[in-house]
């Protein structure tokens, strides 16, 4: 039993490092469960649920998030009566409220990160970057709810946190993201010149290519900012690059694909693709009709290309 919860816990963290792809990921944690599963009544019901945890937060990060999300909310459920950690408890609602924003209960999602983010202040005050993850969950939720003003607070608090630690790789690495999260919220709030300026402090890209995919990247960032300031013929290739890696790594239906790939077809109707723009809009409905259960921060964009198809045959 030990050692099969220790097999999950490892093929989770090594997805999490881009070290095995998601599906290999998610059958060695199925493996484990189905392991455990034979003790019976033998396995403690704790570790029964941290397994389950293992597996709905493997498969949301991958991208089936209608299957991930019921067996991640009903093993944090178990798992915080078993728990008095408050640093195990600042995890649980992080992931949970993690899990709600993906499937649009924002409210909920709200309430669960700023519990988190209280908790890890609280055990984790000397560690700035594990206060700076917690922001970024909390803003993240609030830039899909339009709450634009809050979301930039709460990034331009974790920029501070991050400007308190060394200069070390993972540090800048950490930076950068940050600074793309919150050229997303100026571009979101439509101010794409803003977005910009803030990304022209980077300039070397390839350094940080392995973690595409990872929330908000500068590159991807700077096209979708291209494409909404008339650099179509820039900003579309990379939308394109981002959407195939994203595929690559992600569940065939996963939403932040689907919406990548409307903005990129959103993208192609301005270069006048119009053909590209419809096998753009097909895959991306394909993903939502599979899962529909996702938040409509990741349908938006392809409600406004359907329209816009629409609107062009017509035209």
């Not at 389950?52 to 991958?62: A, R, Y």
């Not at 979301?151 to 540090?171: I, P």
């Not at 096209?223 to 394109?240: N, S």
């Amino acid at each position: 039993i030990g050692a099969a919860l220790a097999e999950a816990n490892m093929a989770q963290l090594m997805y999490d490092y881009v070290l095995i792809p998601g599906d290999e990921a998610v059958a060695t944690v199925e493996g484990a469960r189905a392991i455990v599963a034979g003790h019976g009544r033998r396995a403690p019901g704790a570790i029964r649920a941290r397994l389950d945890f293992l597996l709905g937060e493997v498969l949301i990060e991958w991208g089936n998030v209608e299957r991930g999300y019921p067996l991640l909310e009903q093993a944090v459920r178990t798992l915080r009566a078993s728990t008095e950690s408050q640093t195990q408890l600042g995890e649980l609602s992080l992931e949970l409220g993690s899990a709600l924003t993906e499937v649009g209960r924002h409210a909920e999602a709200d309430r669960e990160l700023r519990a988190a983010f209280e908790m890890i202040k609280r055990e984790s005050a000397d560690d700035p970057r594990r206060m700076a993850i917690g922001l970024r969950y909390l803003a993240e939720n609030l830039r899909m709810q339009g709450r634009f003003d809050e979301a930039e607070a709460a990034l331009q608090s974790a920029l501070d946190l991050e400007g308190t630690r060394d200069s070390s790789g993972g540090s800048a690495l950490q930076r950068r993201i940050v600074v793309s999260d919150l050229a997303l919220v100026k571009l979101e709030r439509g101010d794409p010149a803003s977005a910009l300026q803030l990304l022209s402090q980077y300039d070397d890209r390839a350094e940080f290519d392995r973690y595409a995919g990872f929330g908000a990247d500068v590159e991807l960032v700077r096209a979708e900012c291209w494409c909404v300031v008339g650099r179509v013929r820039e900003g579309l290739p990379v939308l394109e690059k981002f959407a195939a890696k994203l595929a690559e790594r992600g569940y065939v239906h996963d939403s932040s694909t689907a919406r990548l790939r409307a903005l990129a077809g959103l993208c192609a109707l301005k270069t006048g693709d119009r053909k590209r723009a419809v096998e753009l809009s097909e895959l991306a409905r394909q993903a939502f009709n599979a899962q529909p259960g996702v938040s409509p921060y990741f349908k938006a964009p392809l409600v406004k290309l359907e329209q816009s198809l629409r609107g062009h045959a017509t035209g």
